[in-house]
């Protein structure tokens, strides 16, 4: 039982490039969420997704984009990289909103 | 939305001594609060939850108050050991205005001294 996984794990890129950002779930949880890590920060959520098909905004939402195609998986999409981009990304997964969410092993992404 | 101001950012305490860190949130209506520990480099662990509707509970050296009247919440690690030096981060549920999740509050860093 894998929980969350998320690939790739470390990631450089030039600015300017576009990559996307895979995270998978094999508990059939509905919600889906995209945070970064910055140092001193705490967690900031991305975007989320209540549901295959669904996708919603979080706090930080500004030059990323988002899918949920499938129940399982929930793709982060950076269209066009910029430098303070650079972070670590985290996906969870959850079964509902106040439920325990589940972490994946998290990306390292920089942006050069 | 939900608001979670977390205190202190840094905490070192010797071996064996107990460890606090607080929490503060501003929706009355959140109903959930967890606790997750992240060790350098790794995931964030879910550590121990408690809903509104009690007031402690207890996992052997971790345990977490509640207090909603002053929204506050706080986890307790009594007896602390090397490794449970890491970065721990509270959280607080919201639902409402076409959104919910958990807020997280920015993190503790524990420093476990030997």
């Known amino acids: 039982n894998a929980g969350v996984t998320q690939t790739p794990k470390f990631r450089v890129l030039k600015t300017g490039q576009s990559m996307t950002l895979l995270c998978a779930q094999d508990?059939?949880?509905?919600?889906m969420y995209w945070y970064r890590q910055d140092p001193g920060m705490g967690l900031r959520l991305i975007h989320y997704s209540v549901g295959e098909g669904t996708t919603a905004k979080g706090e930080v939402p500004d030059g990323y984009n988002v899918s949920r195609l499938k129940k399982q998986n929930f793709l982060l999409g950076l269209e066009s990289a910029a430098p303070s981009q650079t972070s670590v990304y985290f996906c969870?997964?959850?079964?509902?909103?106040?439920?325990?969410?589940?972490f994946g092993d998290g990306t390292r992404l920089s942006i050069l | 939305g939900e608001n979670v101001e977390q205190h202190p950012s840094t905490l070192s305490v010797q071996e064996g001594d107990s460890a606090v860190i607080k929490c503060t949130y501003s929706d009355s209506a959140s109903n959930y609060f967890p606790w997750y520990k992240q060790e350098l480099g790794k995931r964030p662990q879910l550590i121990i939850d408690i809903r509104s509707n009690v007031g402690e509970k207890k996992d052997q050296r971790i345990a977490v108050t509640l207090n909603k009247t002053a929204k506050h919440f706080s986890l307790h690690i009594t007896e602390t050991q090397p490794e449970d030096s890491a970065v721990y981060f509270c959280a607080g549920s919201y639902s409402g205005g076409g959104a919910d999740g958990l807020t997280f509050g920015k993190g503790t860093h524990l420093i476990i001294q030997p």
């Open positions: 508990m059939n949880h509905e919600y």
């Open positions: 969870a997964s959850s079964r509902d909103f106040d439920q325990p969410q589940h």
